[in-house]
């Protein structure tokens, strides 16, 4: 077992999950107006909460201010549009300046 290989070279939907995270962090980015020391986290997790879909997207978002939001989409990476995201950060706690997504 190769600890070191690169997995995404061999797995076409390991690839796409890790594109569709790349995608997904850049729209988060530029939808809130994020700066190079805001960090945003997307994953993609087993959600084990009784009647939960068997996979979520758990978006974090941290300000350089300390404040910070957790968004689930109940829905695989690959399958989150940019609607989807935007429903969902309309619905959240804004992390962005001044109260308002750009």
């Known amino acids: 077992m190769n600890l070191f290989k690169k997995r ?5 939907q390991q690839a796409a999950r890790l594109q569709a995270i790349r995608e997904l962090r850049e729209t988060i980015r530029r939808i ?3 700066t190079e020391d805001d960090t945003v986290i997307v ?3 087993a959600c084990m909460e009784p009647g939960c879909p068997p996979i979520e997207t758990v978006i974090g978002i941290q300000r350089q201010d300390g404040s ?6 109940h829905l695989p990476v690959t399958e989150v549009s940019e ?3 935007i429903a969902h950060l309309a619905s959240a706690p804004c992390p962005c300046p001044d109260d308002r997504v750009s």
């Open 8 to 12: 995404d070279a061999e797995d076409p």
């Open 43 to 45: 994953q993609e997790l």
């Open 32 to 34: 809130l107006t994020c």
């Open 83 to 85: 609607w989807t995201l």
């Open 68 to 73: 910070q939001t957790t968004i689930k989409i």
